[in-house]
């Protein structure tokens, strides 16, 4: 079967740095996708890998690694309004988005 | 600006009675996806449009059904809404299957 594992909540501190790492097994690779969802409300998208490496975009970076079915969310800087979950998606061969189930992120003063 | 719209944001339904969800969107994108997600679970795919062609998944219960009626609108029909029916739904457009997903802000659906 398809799988996507995160740790299900993550503490950390305003203005700290926070690694939230995903870990996927699926039927093909077609690229990962990280979204942040506050709570009540929809993903928004964050970031896309498709080749191994690190994908660095403000605050947030995206690392990716196929051989080990690994990737992470960096979030620098921490900021209160980063309190939020954090989805991993896999696009497997055909094309379907795999979910995680999300890491909550609580930010604390 | 481009969007992806839901309607109601919240609704309120009873034990069987129907309910209709809206989608709308100004991107102009090909596919539309309907999602069920309840608290603290990945978002779960309901079915999906290309253009005109549907796809159901094969877990989608019967209960569930969907319309399309032109690029633009994309409806989430619950025709006899149960109590493990209540959820966030979540309407998602990219242009193709290869392209990101855009979700709109999501219905949030109650059953009593």
């Known amino acids: 079967g398809q799988n996507i594992d995160q740790p299900t909540e993550m503490t950390a501190t305003e203005g700290a740095i926070v690694q939230i790492n995903c870990t996927y097994q699926t039927s093909g690779f077609n690229g990962l996708f990280w979204y942040q969802q506050h709570a009540g409300e929809a993903p928004t998208f964050l970031s896309y890998n498709v080749l191994d490496g690190l994908e660095e975009k403000g605050r947030f970076s995206s690392f990716l690694s196929r051989s080990k079915g690994y990737s992470y969310l960096l979030l620098k800087e921490l900021q209160m309004k980063d309190s939020a979950s954090y989805l991993c998606?896999?696009?497997?061969?055909?094309?379907?988005?795999?979910w995680g189930a999300g890491t909550k992120l609580i930010i604390k003063p | 600006d481009a969007m992806v719209i839901q309607n109601p944001r919240y609704q309120v339904t009873q034990f069987g009675k129907p309910v209709t969800l809206s989608c709308s969107q100004t991107l102009n994108h090909n596919v539309m996806y309907w999602y069920q997600q309840k608290s603290s679970q990945a978002p779960k795919l309901l079915f999906h449009?290309?253009?005109?062609?549907?796809?159901n998944e094969a877990d989608t219960p019967d209960n569930f059904q969907s319309r399309r009626p032109n690029t633009s609108f994309c409806f989430l029909d619950i025709r006899s809404p149960g109590l493990g029916d209540a959820a966030m739904y979540l309407c998602?457009?990219?242009?193709?299957?290869?392209?990101?997903?855009?979700f709109g802000p999501g219905t949030r659906l109650t059953v009593l």
């Open positions: 998602a457009t990219s242009r193709d299957f290869t392209d990101t997903q855009y």
């Open positions: 998606a896999v696009r497997d061969s055909n094309y379907q988005l795999i």
């Open positions: 449009y290309y253009d005109k062609d549907f796809n």
